[in-house]
């Protein structure tokens, strides 16, 4: 099992830019897929990034792509979303995920989320 913990949302201005982190506990965070999630006010949550457990193969939604990078360093238990030239429409609560390399389906480990807030 592993716990997660994101940090550094916030508010910034359109154009901005944020890098998210997420902390793993555990020792094991290497073999587990990292994602990273948003959901909007009144919309369903959405996949946005993710990152396999050695890094070298990443997805991102078209709506992100040449703008958010995400990345892992697995000696430190974390995971980052570096996102550049925000829009507004990038508003959300965002959340990591995790769950076992090799598996598919459903994300089973969640952070508690941190909001960004895109100002136009």
């Known amino acids: 099992q592993v716990q997660l913990v994101e940090s550094g949302g916030g508010l910034v201005q359109a154009g901005g830019s944020l890098r998210l982190s997420c902390a793993a506990s555990?020792?094991?965070?290497?073999?587990?897929?990292m994602g990273w999630f948003r959901q909007a006010p009144g919309k369903e949550r959405e996949l946005v990034a993710t990152?396999?457990?050695?890094?070298?193969?990443?997805y991102y939604v078209d709506s992100v792509k040449g703008r958010f990078t995400i990345s892992r360093d697995n000696a430190k238990n974390t995971v980052y979303l570096q996102m550049n030239s925000l829009r507004p429409e990038d508003t959300a609560v965002y959340y990591c995920a995790a769950k076992p390399r090799g598996t598919t389906g459903a994300y089973p480990y969640w952070g508690q989320g941190t909001q960004v807030t895109v100002s136009s």
């Open positions: 990152i396999n457990w050695s890094g070298i193969s990443t």
């Open positions: 555990g020792r094991t965070f290497g073999v587990y897929t």
